[in-house]
């Protein structure tokens, strides 16, 4: 058994409905994210993976159970010890959340500045060499505005990695990227990680190719979840709204070769 | 149908408790985070340049045009009595007490107030103060206090510009153009306005500063919380909408009630 870097334990979510009642979007659900290993959490739209990334990083509270983090309950912290925690994750958000009044370089420099003692002349080599390995050169004086849906993933990523975080969260990256530019990014994350050791969760309706990068896939749907050791293990899975959603994300390809063998 | 409408009643009663809740705890923390270090001076100043610095023409023409038209229009009612010696005393106290307070929080509310919901807004539907507390920095701190605190610098001094161009203005009107005595104007404005009459301009001031910057970044900042805002760019420009026509009344009903009490 691995070592988890974020546990759940019965965690419940409800929104309450414009017509009064409650939806459960999570209902009592449990898991574990390993060490170091890479999480793909996968689902329809609507079907809370956003909200799950919400709670693990306490900008959302849960109705009910436990979010373990390094040892402490996240819901339970407040102010300080919750800035604490939140230094411990890199964050990349589906537009890529760049500030957008301020150029590359700010944006990068901008946890090292806000959170740590380096100097001016210790960032900047900091923030250089970063965006040299994500392939960002000379795009320092550029703002957000100007650069493409890729680059501006790469800065956001560039941006989450500046505080060296154990774990990697990664809402929808490849949301609004062409397939090439798709695949550029999965390899630079496994690049990456593979560089800096983190733990990633990456939150994603991009199936089956994020599936490569997945050491482990948790499926939602309608506020439960199944865990997926592997892509084929989904594939096999005998439970009826696995295989719907199987059939309309995987395709028809997938799909034939399920019934043939 | 009889319930459904009950029900409805209260679920907007919830709302509008929920709302205030969050207004009041927002105010809370912006006022907590001025004491939380590092302290943000540049952005400060960078607010007080543009709520303060910015404003100036703005208030410059509206004190000018409405220290005027006090000028005219206090000339054709005092002269009715046979009383234009008192324009100088009836200018001045208008500008001081009501005007000058009010007028400039208007206006500051139309002009920065406006763009500050709508720069905060448009932060929190694109996820950047999202960003900024995943990434551990406080948004209060780093966003919002430096704006409470241009504010409650530039307001009070605009105010007190206000009211100098006002009287400036009367003094125009009532004296260079309808030829009041100069000195009868000047006199009769310093034996009537009092230390008490100053005191009570300057806390409407800081009260609508904090009025107007509270109510405009609160609503931009809970934009996406807003019951019937809708989403994306529609709602950061209805929100920014409700927050100048909010601040605004609220000034007018602080206006009402800080005389009432102070006066």
């Known amino acids: 058994m691995t070592e988890s870097a974020i546990q759940f334990r019965d965690v419940v979510k409800t929104f309450s409905r414009a017509d009064g009642g409650n939806q459960y979007v999570l209902d009592g659900v449990s898991f574990d994210i390993p060490v170091g290993k890479t999480t793909v959490i996968a689902g329809g739209s609507g079907q809370g993976k956003s909200v799950t990334l919400k709670l693990i990083l306490g900008l959302m509270a849960p109705d009910a159970g436990h979010i373990m983090v390094g040892g402490s309950d996240v819901p339970r912290l407040r102010g300080r010890a919750l800035e604490k925690l939140r230094t411990r994750f890199g964050v990349l958000f589906q537009?890529?959340?760049?500030?957008?009044?301020?150029?590359?370089?700010?944006?990068?420099?901008?946890?090292?500045?806000?959170?740590?003692?380096?100097?001016?002349?210790?960032?900047?080599?900091?923030?250089?060499?970063?965006?040299?390995?994500?392939?960002?050169?000379?795009?320092?004086?550029?703002y957000p505005a100007q650069l493409s849906g890729g680059m501006r993933k790469r800065v956001g990523l560039a941006r989450a990695l500046q505080l060296e975080p154990e774990i990697m969260l990664f809402d929808e990256p490849t949301t609004g990227l062409d397939p090439v530019?798709?695949?550029?990014?999965?390899?630079?994350?496994?690049?990456?990680?593979?560089?800096?050791?983190?733990?990633?969760?990456?939150?994603?309706?991009?199936?089956?190719?994020?599936?490569?990068?997945?050491d482990q896939v948790i499926i939602l749907h309608n506020g439960a979840m199944d865990i997926f050791e592997s892509p084929e293990e989904i594939q096999w899975s005998d439970k009826k709204h696995i295989q719907d959603f199987v059939k309309t994300t995987m395709g028809q390809i997938y799909q034939s070769r399920l019934v043939e063998i | 149908m009889q319930l459904n409408f009950i029900g409805k009643l209260g679920r907007?009663?919830?709302?509008?408790?929920?709302?205030?809740?969050?207004?009041?705890?927002?105010?809370?923390?912006?006022i907590a985070a001025v004491f939380k270090t590092p302290f943000r001076l540049r952005e400060c100043i960078k607010q007080v340049h543009f709520i303060g610095a910015g404003s100036l023409a703005v208030i410059f023409f509206t004190a000018l045009s409405t220290g005027m038209v006090l000028g005219l229009q206090g000339y054709y009612s005092l002269s009715k009595f046979g009383a234009e010696g008192m324009l100088g005393s009836a200018v001045s106290l208008t500008l001081i007490m009501e005007l000058g307070p009010v007028l400039t929080a208007l206006m500051v509310a139309g002009r920065a107030g406006s763009a500050m919901c709508a720069e905060l807004g448009?932060?929190?539907?694109?996820?950047?103060?999202?960003?900024?507390?995943?990434?551990?920095i406080d948004p209060f701190r780093y966003l919002i206090t430096p704006k409470f605190i241009g504010a409650l610098i530039s307001v009070p001094l605009l105010t007190a510009l206000f009211d100098v161009i006002g009287i400036a203005g009367g003094y125009i009107a009532g004296v260079k153009l309808m030829g009041v005595n100069p000195g009868s104007f000047v006199e009769g404005m310093r034996s009537s306005v009092t230390n008490h009459d100053i005191y009570l301009g300057f806390v409407k001031s800081v009260v609508f500063s904090l009025l107007v910057v509270w109510i405009c970044t609160g609503r931009g900042f809970f934009v996406r919380e807003i019951r019937g805002a809708g989403f994306g760019a529609e709602s950061v420009s209805r929100v920014t909408t409700q927050a100048v026509v909010l601040s605004s009344i609220a000034v007018l009903v602080f206006d009402y009630l800080l005389t009432a009490v102070l006066l």
């Open chain 1, 95 to 142: 537009g890529a959340a760049l500030f957008d009044s301020m150029t590359v370089y700010d944006n990068v420099a901008l946890p090292l500045r806000e959170r740590t003692a380096k100097s001016e002349e210790e960032i900047k080599v900091q923030v250089l060499q970063t965006l040299e390995q994500l392939e960002l050169s000379g795009a320092e004086e550029r």
């Open chain 1, 181 to 214: 530019m798709t695949q550029d990014i999965y390899r630079l994350f496994a690049r990456t990680q593979k560089r800096v050791g983190f733990t990633s969760v990456i939150v994603s309706h991009d199936i089956p190719r994020v599936l490569n990068l997945a």
């Open chain 2, 12 to 30: 907007q009663g919830i709302y509008i408790l929920e709302d205030l809740g969050r207004m009041g705890v927002y105010l809370f923390k912006a």
């Open chain 2, 122 to 136: 448009i932060m929190a539907i694109s996820e950047q103060i999202d960003a900024l507390d995943c990434m551990a």
